[in-house]
């Protein structure tokens, strides 16, 4: 059987990557949200209603940002998942990668559940409390 310190490893590392990835797809979306709402409000756009756009694309800022909260909360419960540090900031990290919203959904939920398997295991949470 291997250690706690391997077990959380991959989900670890699993984490990161798709926070990571999340980070990514949320920046880039600010830019393109970005870029649709300047060609809006530049009038480039025929029969665009200002005022629906700009609620349109505020909300998808917000979303955006609040994505890469998350995303940032998933990478660090992840680093300390891998060191064996706070296991209930590492729960809520797998947990907050089940959602998929935030989180690159079709990594996170395999990878989610994957952390959460491993955290549950006895001499896993042992390893954190020791």
Excluded at 53 to 71: C, K, T, Y
């Amino acid at each position: 059987m291997s250690t706690p310190q391997e077990q959380v490893k991959g989900p670890a590392i699993g984490l990161q990557v798709t926070a990571g990835i999340s980070i990514l797809f949320a920046l880039v979306g600010i830019l393109l949200s970005l870029g649709v709402f300047g060609l809006n409000f530049a009038g480039n756009v025929p029969g665009a209603d200002k005022g629906v756009a700009a609620m349109i694309m505020g909300g998808s800022l917000v979303l955006r940002i609040l994505g890469i909260v998350i995303s940032l909360v998933i990478f660090i419960g992840a680093s300390k998942m891998k060191n064996l540090q706070s296991w209930g900031f590492a729960m809520a990290a797998a947990i907050l990668a089940l959602i998929p919203c935030f989180a690159c959904c079709l990594l996170g939920w395999p990878i989610g559940i994957w952390a959460i398997v491993v955290l549950v295991k006895p001499e896993v949470k042992a390893a954190f409390q020791g």
